[in-house]
């Protein structure tokens, strides 16, 4: 084993497992080393679980000695983004009223992970119950951007995508409510996938917006984000959004390339950073270069998917926040009756942003203005949903930058909550509209040296043909594995 073990992709490290030229323990041991030498700096992990790590390495091993490896990759490490619930294991949202919650139960993706015999690395920071894109909502620190440490590593997965970016876990779990998994993968130069609405169980996420959450792997290739969704997915009775279709096999013909795919082009999506312009331009050539055809498509509803987006998503974190009261769950702060101790709970335990969404949520939800606001929001969520389906009727994909801009300065935007918003002006009508994207590295932008994210969109439930696209790009860009695509660290 050598020291590039920390940059082997998990289906690598799998191989290697399997040839019985690497133990789960040498892996578990390579990647403690590695988070004490760098997650000082990157800030990553909220709760490094290392004792865990080890116990289910070892278990790992016994296993395939004796034959009984419970998955291919029985034995590769996995991160959780500290919004899953983990039994036995601090599970905060990266929220001070959940400081010192430790959950009965696994989440069903953590279950199914553990189930295949991935070893827990720890769980990562994020926004506070996933609201930002940069992190530096967290209630506790910010992570950075490994290729910057003076940028942010997007948000609100930002903990995850650091850690796969900077070779301190392969794979990591994110979840996506309006961009959440693909943005941080774009800004890190990882891949990060929001899969079809109710293909991916929600049980045990701490609910930030129903109707829009969602689990996605990030991953430093496309095979790896294939093989840990693949591990995840598929109908839950826990969930009641769950489809109870079968989820379609995203590992059989990713290779089959791109020969006569129509992808479509979103006129009205122009990334603001020139290097950003240039590398998509450079994507959508490369994509034509492999067989596909393009072709433009117009989506003018999406112009008003931020605004529609910030009145649901607060509109139903109103709603499922108000379980935070100081008795149930976490922190609870004196008062001198039950109104009094409730308010001073979350006052104490809530951050700004957290508060300013649960305002906008409850006055968007209020007699009144219910319709004008909620209504007309619902109202152009369904003309996404159109606009997306009178396109498919003309191409197989979409392909679309990921962000407007490659990372941005820590402190550059918390001040202006409206441009924080304004990231996932790409990643936000797939939330609403329920469909698959994922989003590939194309490159670094020339000016600054940071990764260039390529969102990839599909059809609900036909990841395979995303997944193909995205493999076929991936292989003939050559980034993933290559130096180029390690941050210097
Ligand atoms: N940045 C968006 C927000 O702040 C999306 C977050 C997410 O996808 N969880 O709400």
């Not at 967290?138 to 950075?144: K, V």
């Not at 020969?259 to 331009?281: A, H, W």
């Not at 072709?295 to 108000?322: R, T």
């Not at 202006?416 to 990643?427: C, E, R, S």
Request: net charge negative; charged share 20%.
């Amino acid at each position: 084993m050598s020291e590039d073990t920390i940059w082997k992709s998990a289906t690598q490290l799998a191989r290697e497992l399997d040839a019985g030229e690497v133990s789960a323990t040498d892996i578990a041991e390579h990647l403690i080393v590695r988070a004490d030498a760098t997650d000082d700096k990157i800030k990553a992990y909220l709760n490094r679980t290392d004792d865990r790590l080890r116990a289910d390495a070892a278990a790992s091993d016994e296993r395939r000695a004796a034959g009984e490896a419970r998955s291919r990759y029985d034995g590769v490490p996995v991160g959780y983004k500290d919004i899953f619930v983990t039994r036995g294991v601090t599970s905060t949202a990266a929220s001070r009223i959940l400081e010192s919650w430790v959950p009965p139960y696994d989440a069903t993706v953590v279950s199914r992970c553990t189930e295949g015999g991935l070893p827990m690395t720890g769980k990562t920071n994020l926004d506070e119950f996933a609201m930002g894109s940069s992190t530096e909502n967290s209630g506790f620190f910010p992570s950075r951007n490994p290729w910057d440490l003076d940028k942010v590593p997007g948000g609100s997965s930002g903990g995850s995508a650091a850690a796969v970016a900077a070779g301190l876990v392969p794979w990591a779990w994110g979840t996506d409510t309006g961009g959440s998994v693909r943005q941080p993968a774009s800004l890190s130069g990882i891949v990060g996938v929001n899969p079809t609405y109710g293909s991916i169980s929600r049980y045990g996420l701490i609910a930030f917006a129903s109707s829009l959450d969602r689990p996605g792997p990030l991953a430093r290739t496309v095979e790896d984000a294939a093989a840990l969704l693949q591990m995840a997915a598929g109908h839950d009775p826990l969930d009641s959004t769950s489809i109870p279709d079968e989820y379609p096999n995203l590992l059989d013909g990713i290779d089959g390339g791109i020969e006569g795919l129509r992808i479509g082009i979103v006129k009205e999506f122009v990334p603001t950073q020139e290097g950003v312009r240039q590398k998509i331009d450079e994507a959508y050539a490369r994509l034509e270069k492999l067989g596909a055809s393009l072709q433009e498509v117009s989506l003018p509803s999406f112009e008003h998917g931020i605004s529609a987006y910030y009145l649901i998503a607060p509109a139903e974190a109103s709603s499922n926040l108000a379980r935070y009261d100081g008795v149930r769950y976490g922190r609870r702060a004196p008062g001198a009756d039950i109104v009094a101790m409730t308010a001073s709970s979350r006052d104490e335990g809530f951050g700004a942003e957290v508060k300013r969404r649960i305002m906008l949520g409850t006055y968007a939800l209020s007699a009144g203005y219910y319709d004008a606001y909620y209504g007309k929001a619902q109202k152009v969520r369904t003309l996404i949903i159109q606009d997306l389906a009178r396109a498919y009727a003309d191409v197989d994909l979409i392909a679309c930058p990921t962000t407007p801009t490659t990372a941005f300065a820590l402190g550059e935007k918390t001040s202006d909550p409206l441009a924080m918003y304004l990231n996932d002006i790409f990643t936000v009508p797939v939330n609403l509209a329920g469909n698959a994207a994922i989003s590939i590295p194309a490159g670094l932008a020339p000016e600054d040296g940071l990764p260039v994210g390529l969102q990839i969109v599909a059809k609900s439930l036909d990841e395979p043909t995303m997944f193909r696209a995205a493999y076929a790009f991936e292989q003939d860009l050559g980034f993933a594995g290559s130096p180029e695509g390690r941050p210097e660290l």
